[in-house]
């Protein structure tokens, strides 16, 4: 018998309903206890019961004492996606629910947040122009000579986000430059503000031809409600920020965004179960909601040292 018994279990052993038995007990006539929502009935107090050997007096025995249980929490430093609020809404509903505490401020910071011990996860889409290649590289500089693991989350779609109609006709990345454009920038140390200022490098582009390239925001959600309430023109952000608050986006590149970890948390059940999310179909269809994502390398291992 196990520890405990359950309301609809003492109901069985009585050949009572739920309901007489919830009678029973609101009477007095059987102690309970509750483990968070659900009535638990000790077996010897149910035993006394059937055998007429509970009295009135008689004190019941004592509950059975149940630790409450924690969850574990995951600490995420990284760079913003809505799929990485998405991983961890699906993770908080898994049998081994797992809580988490979530930073937006960006993949460098991730980085370095992981390298000094302040978060157990990061995610991060940084791209190096010599490897071409995304993260590895720069896992390896920041974190040196440690063990890590970097396994795919989704691959996904950057681009313009812009007003309904695309009033200034964006299509390219020199147009970002048109005058009387005011444009909403990502803060330093993201991967998209790398991206664009790697580009204005290249192009050899002043940072003061582009209006509101001072004016920065952490998440791609925020780049499109400055578009959306008409205080920029234009941002560059993740397809589903737009789809989202019904804006247009015009495509500029592809990018892969990865998850990384310490060697040391990929001996614990929480990356199983995080790796476990990361491939369930119920996990990719729910991607597959939103507009913009490839998820061909979801839950891939791309590198572990």
Known sequence: MSLTLTAAEAAKILKVSKYTLYELVKRGEIPAHHIGRQLRIDPAVLDQYLRGTLG??????????????????????????????????????????IESSISFRGSMDGLISLYRGDADISGIHLWDDVSKDYNISFVKHVIPGESVCIVNLVQREQGFIVAPGNPFNLQTWEDITIEGLNFINRQKGSGTRLRLDAYLKAANISPARIL?????????????????????????????????LGLDFIP????????????KTTKTPVWHQLLSVLKSPGFI?????????????????????
Request: contains cysteine.
């Open 56 to 97: 009135i007096n008689d004190p019941p025995p004592k509950p059975i004492s149940t630790p409450p249980l924690v969850s574990p929490t995951l600490r995420f430093i990284g760079s913003h996606d809505p799929v990485v609020e998405l991983l961890f809404e699906f993770l908080r509903h898994t049998p081994l629910p």
């Open 212 to 244: 509101g390239y001072e004016h920065e925001e952490s998440t791609h959600s925020g780049v499109a409600c400055h578009v959306a309430n008409g205080q920029a023109d234009v941002g560059v952000g993740v397809k589903a920020a737009a789809q989202r």
């Open 252 to 263: 500029l590149f592809q990018e892969r965004y990865d998850l990384v970890c310490m060697g």
């Open 285 to 305: 269809q729910a991607v597959h909601q939103q507009k913009g994502y490839d998820t061909s390398l979801t839950g891939k291992i791309l590198l572990n040292t």
